[in-house]
């Protein structure tokens, strides 16, 4: 049975605004902390999801002349709809409108409201109907908000508190006999430093006299709850507290994954909650910094806010999800610009990874016609051939930055691996070795270790590029059975790669990206998003007639005197059909052969420069290319599509 469990969670992101690089990069580090931990050998659940009650929901939807759920549905449908995007895999999306969740922040009130935790009282305090929540004059900036820049309004009115006061001590003591509790460490000299001073009770309702859209207060339903209130018990409420199967095996062994923003309330709330409640804290705060955009932190009032939506449109979910993990030292800021993205994808994945991977499986066709040769282990220990020591301090540096969600330490550990790899050609020449028959077995030795370095970089990028490493994969003829990754301890098992396997011809893995098109102080600037217009609306009898199959290309060629059309032949199952597409300036004869397709099986045959085309292949234009369409797991072919 496994015994090793963790749990990660995003905060959940509150609806006011749709999804920025900010979103995209805490749901990527949690995602990439979740796969390293799949590997390792860990039982694994991810949460993320959206906060969608108070007074900046309620200003919202009155702009757009809507209601709070209604607008609430919209945004929160947005932050659903980028995860697949960003290929992240997580296990549950939560909504604090769901009805559970709202049942369980009720069970939570009552329980610490029967304990005499919570009061009713009195209260004149400045109110930032930003932040929706109290200041004290020490924690504004020349008098006003710390985060929005404003003049906090003073507000008199009556309302429940919760004793966070009768915790301090106790907080102050978990974290520091618990070092690592808050990381990276100077988030922990933060939230210390803030506790050295009396810590007021928090004011947890808001009278509905001016406020409606919240949970009410199961002992006052003049009042519904502060939404920080509300918005942390997401965590516990997701895994169905306190009864639920999810909670008794993953609570709390959790980590959680926030910007430095939010660490107040996730570092001194929610532990106190928690505390009052009787529950288990949890294991641990992940904090990390904010990107800046034109020197600044992204915000809508400035307008520099980056939709990774468009981002990854242009550079591909891979590399955005690289550079990100690459270029943030986990906790501290960094900067998002065009300049910087382009550098990281032409030199680290272009440069080092793609152009390794390509020499490699160049000299192995070159040499051996595609066949994986065994080294000669005597030759190898006589010259010291061996990448395997190499392998294993790149497999260390890797587990242990990744355990401390160091991201960009464990990709430059594996990225010193490529470096060593890419000297180790060099230094050995294949090429000179290749020319004299005397030296094959020098010759096969090297290969086979540089084919064993790239199947060992396919696997440790799994957690940050998915993509690549299943296409790095496939073309090293790996098998992973039901598995899409390989763990930690398969990837140190050295000489994995089968003798007499067939490797794959080299394929690009990331294009260089001309700079000269690139201006190195321009900000990114991106396309508006393609609306094409709908069509004339049919009903569901007008779609019924249009017959889709799954097919797959068994071969393929080009078609004289034209630069944009292929004709494939295409496996349908009962029978063989010629397909004449115009794919030829998006995919190549071989990179088209045993792709899964969607055929328009009974469209009438047509005759397109000379040849006779039997349907018709579904297909989408992105960034100027044509796109096939197909499916996430192999189908055979002849099967309806729906």
Known sequence: MNTKKVFFTTPIYYVNAKPHLGHAYTSIAADVATRFKKMAGFETFFLT???????KIVQAAEKQNTTPKEYADNISRLFQDLLPVLNIENNFFIRTTDPSHIKIVKNILSKIHESGDIYFSSYEGLYC????????????????????????????????????????????NHIKTNPDFIRPKQYKKEILSFLKEPLEDLCISRPKSRLTWGITLPFDEEYVTYVWFDALVNYISALSFPDGELFKKFWPNTRHFVAKDIIKPHGIYWPIMLKAAGIKIYNGLNVHGFWNVKGSKMSKSIGNVTDPIEVTGIYGTDAFRYFLMREMVFGLDANFTRETIV???????????????SRVLSMNHRYFKGEVKGPDKKIQEEKMLSLEPDAVTAIDAFTKAMDLCEFHRGIGAIWQFVSIMNKYIDKNAPWVLAKDDAEKPYLETVIYNLIEGLRLVSGLIYPVMPETSCKMQKALNMEKGNNEFYTLKEISQWGQIKKG???????????????????????????????????????????????LRTGIVIKAEKIKNSNKLL???????????????????????????????????????????????QGMLLAATHTKKIVLSGFDKEIMPGNPVK
């Not at 190195?520 to 069509?535: D, I, R």
């Not at 597409?581 to 000379?610: C, D, F, H, R, W």
Request: glycine share 8%; with cysteine.
């Open 129 to 172: 109907f930003g932040c929706e929540r109290f200041y004290q004059e020490r924690e504004l900036v020349g008098g006003k908000c710390p985060d929005h820049g404003t003049v906090p309004e003073v507000i008199k009115e009556s309302n429940y508190f919760f004793k966070m006061g009768k915790y301090q001590e106790w907080l102050i």
């Open 501 to 547: 396997s067939i490797i794959e011809n080299p394929k690009i893995l990331f294009p260089r990206i001309d700079t000269d098109k690139i201006k190195s102080s321009e900000p990114v600037k991106l396309a508006k998003p393609f609306k094409p217009a709908l069509k004339e609306e049919i009903t569901i009898d007008d779609f019924a007639k249009v017959d």
């Open 567 to 613: 004709k494939l032949q295409v496996d349908l199952g009962a029978e063989t059909r010629q397909v004449i597409a115009g794919v030829a300036k998006s995919y190549t004869p071989e990179e088209i052969t045993g792709k899964q397709v969607i055929v328009v099986a009974n469209l009438k045959e047509v005759k397109l420069m000379g040849e006779i085309s």
């Open 49 to 55: 999801g959206t906060d969608e009650h108070g007074d």
């Open 343 to 357: 550098s990281r994808i032409n030199s680290d994945l272009a440069n080092d990874l793609g152009n390794l991977f």
